[in-house]
């Protein structure tokens, strides 16, 4: 009887340990199934000045000042802009709407006097008269930052994509409220369905690559 007794009580042992091993492995997906894939490292490109629009999106008082992830773009957007105007590359604008009036750009990359500004939602296209001025400006290939990542460049660029236009995302120019927002913005903007460029082949057609502003170059 003690004998019984003894078996059941290391029956049960062992059952509870293999019930704890259960649970402490999950039986769902192979690990990494949810992460993140690699995002490819920035490419170097060498666009050609007079086919070129350079788009800077929402760096105003209302979405840029607040977040400070975005206020630490600021110095290589500043840089671009000032390659860009001296290369002869136009620079748009575009700020976001809201009911006292639509924000200002913060003044270190302020609009000089003939750069377009448009103001509308995420999608920068949408209710502007923005691909006129861009074709009227004879842009075929577009480099783009600002805020938010996720917001006003990613839903801009696929935009853009459709359109007919070649996307360059400056990546050290971009930024979100939420630092993986950006971290997702960057894989997504690879891989648009119908327009995937996941390897981030320098300047597919019609589609995006992501570079940074020191790695781009206007010829």
Do not use: W
């Not at 490419?43 to 999106?57: D, F, H, I």
């Not at 929402?58 to 000032?82: H, R």
């Not at 001296?86 to 700020?95: D, E, G, L, W």
């Not at 971009?174 to 927002?181: D, E, G, L, M, T």
């Amino acid at each position: 009887m003690i004998q019984k007794r003894i078996v059941c009580q290391v029956a049960a042992t062992l059952a509870l340990v293999a019930l704890t091993a259960c649970g402490s492995v999950p039986a769902t997906a192979p690990v990494g199934a949810n992460s993140i894939p690699a995002i490819p490292a920035p490419a170097p490109v060498a666009l050609v000045a007079a086919s070129t629009a350079l788009l800077v999106l929402d760096i105003n008082s209302a979405v840029c000042q607040p977040n400070p992830d975005c206020l630490k773009t600021v110095p290589a957007i500043v840089a671009l802009i000032s390659k860009a105007r001296a290369a002869k590359v136009p620079v748009f604008y575009s700020t976001t709407v809201s009911p006292a009036g639509p924000p200002p750009m913060l003044a270190d990359v302020a609009p000089q006097a003939g750069e377009p500004v448009v103001s509308t939602r995420a999608n920068k296209f949408t209710g502007t008269n923005l691909e006129d001025l861009l074709k009227q400006a004879k842009a075929e290939t577009l480099v783009i930052v600002g805020s938010a990542a996720n917001g006003a460049v990613m839903y801009s660029a696929f935009h853009a994509n459709t359109r007919g236009f070649t996307v360059v995302v400056a990546e050290d120019g971009i930024s979100s409220p939420v630092p993986i927002n950006t971290v997702l913005a960057r894989y997504q903007l690879l891989n648009q369905p119908g327009f995937i460029n996941a390897g981030n082949t320098p300047l597919a057609d019609k589609k995006v690559t992501l570079s940074r502003g020191d790695l781009i170059t206007f010829k």
